[in-house]
């Protein structure tokens, strides 16, 4: 039998062996303990609601259309995610040769400018149901959804005539159900004064520097949400957002951006939840929440656009 000498002692290499062998199946550990998998079939965030396979078709006006003219679609975006979403929007031209639009190539003029706003509608509201009171006193505001300043459009009938108002924009803060607040952070949009019939009428833009809703805002990602009465008192198309009420100027701080709630019966309310993304906040990209929203896609022609056939295509894109 051959020996090997260790440590200045003459050991059996059979020995030796054994000793290694038995050492190495000793040292075994698991690799787990156990594993955890889950399966899931995906469907797209983001869709295009009353479009089959997320592809729409329309005819611009009339058709013909007449350069120079401004013209509206009106399209319903759904988030279905339960967090926002990034996207862009991305309208594209092609000049078709031909009577028809079977062959079409891009179109690298000024054919057009496009613009995507949204529209928000604001009533005086029960305070104890939070139903709008059917009455003539409301308004609509008209905004971009995705700009450098918050470029809006206001009118309203029914005010306290020949009376100031602010526009503001009311974020709760975390502890909604305890404080309200309002300045979290709050921000006065614009103020007006309505006529001596109760109307106002009041467009421009405000540099905002922050989206809407803010990050510090309980409503950017609320619970219980505000779609589907989920909360008890709203059925909104918008999960979250922000809150856009107008309110009369003398009972709205412009330092702790708070209502005074003297006279609630005299403010008007959110409808829906908005969501509006500042470019100078992080690009153009459209932070848009979950649920549904109604895109306005506004084309105005160039006056000197030539006569023909025209596709005009506006895609809805990841960020």
Same mark, same amino acid.
């Given at each position: 039998?051959?020996? =090997?000498k ?10 030796? &062996?054994?000793?290694l062998? =038995? ?8 690799e787990?303990?156990?594993t955890?998998t889950?399966t899931?079939e995906v469907?797209q965030? %983001?869709i295009l &609601?009353g479009c089959?396979? $997320?592809?729409?078709t +329309?005819?611009? @006006? *009339?058709?013909?259309?007449i350069?120079g003219s401004t013209y &509206?679609? #009106?399209?319903t975006v759904s988030n279905?995610a ?5 996207? /862009?929007? &991305?309208?594209? %031209?092609?000049?078709?040769?031909g009577?028809?639009?079977a062959?079409?190539?891009?179109? $690298?003029?000024?054919?057009?400018t #496009?613009?995507? +706003?949204?529209i928000l509608?604001?009533?005086?509201k029960d =305070?104890?149901?939070w139903?709008a ?13 995705v700009?450098?300043?918050?470029n +809006?459009?206001?009118?309203?009938n @029914?005010l306290?005539?020949?009376?100031s ?6 974020a /709760?803060?975390q502890d ?7 300045d ?10 309505s *006529?001596?019939?109760?109307y106002?009428?009041?467009q421009?833009?405000t540099?905002?520097?922050i989206?809407?809703p803010?990050t510090?805002d309980w409503?950017?990602?609320?619970n219980p949400d505000?779609?589907?009465?989920n $909360?008890g008192f709203d059925? +909104?198309?918008l999960?979250?957002?922000?809150k856009?009420?107008?309110v009369?100027?003398s009972?709205?701080?412009t330092?702790?951006?708070?209502v ?9 309310f959110e409808? /829906?939840? =908005? *969501? ?6 992080g690009?153009d /990209?459209?932070n848009?929440?979950?649920?549904n929203?109604t895109?306005?896609?506004e $084309? ?8 023909g056939?025209y596709k005009?295509t506006?895609?809805?894109?990841p960020a």
């Amino acid at each position: 039998m051959k020996k =090997i000498k260790m440590f200045g002692k003459t050991i059996p290499l059979a020995l030796l &062996v054994g000793i290694l062998v =038995i050492g190495v199946g000793s040292a075994a550990i698991l690799e787990y303990y156990g594993t955890i998998t889950g399966t899931a079939e995906v469907e797209q965030s %983001v869709i295009l &609601v009353g479009c089959e396979d $997320n592809e729409c078709t +329309y005819e611009i @006006g *009339d058709s013909p259309t007449i350069a120079g003219s401004t013209y &509206v679609h #009106t399209q319903t975006v759904s988030n279905k995610a339960n967090q926002q979403v990034p996207i /862009d929007f &991305v309208t594209t %031209v092609e000049k078709c040769s031909g009577s028809g639009y079977a062959t079409c190539t891009p179109d $690298n003029g000024n054919v057009l400018t #496009t613009r995507y +706003y949204g529209i928000l509608e604001l009533e005086n509201k029960d =305070i104890t149901t939070w139903v709008a009171i059917p009455d003539s006193t409301n308004a609509t505001l008209k905004y971009d959804l995705v700009s450098s300043k918050f470029n +809006y459009k206001l009118e309203a009938n @029914g005010l306290q005539a020949d009376t100031s108002y602010s526009l503001v924009y009311y974020a /709760d803060k975390q502890d909604r159900f305890v404080n309200w607040g309002g300045d979290n952070p709050g921000v006065l949009i614009t103020t007006a004064t309505s *006529d001596g019939t109760g109307y106002l009428f009041t467009q421009g833009d405000t540099n905002l520097n922050i989206n809407l809703p803010h990050t510090n805002d309980w409503n950017l990602a609320p619970n219980p949400d505000y779609c589907a009465n989920n $909360n008890g008192f709203d059925s +909104y198309n918008l999960c979250g957002g922000a809150k856009i009420w107008l309110v009369p100027s003398s009972e709205y701080d412009t330092n702790t951006k708070t209502v005074s709630w003297t006279t609630p019966t005299s403010y008007l309310f959110e409808t /829906d939840m =908005i *969501d509006y993304s500042d470019i100078e906040q992080g690009g153009d /990209d459209f932070n848009m929440n979950p649920g549904n929203l109604t895109l306005n896609i506004e $084309n105005t022609f160039n006056p000197a656009t030539e006569p023909g056939f025209y596709k005009i295509t506006t895609k809805v894109v990841p960020a």
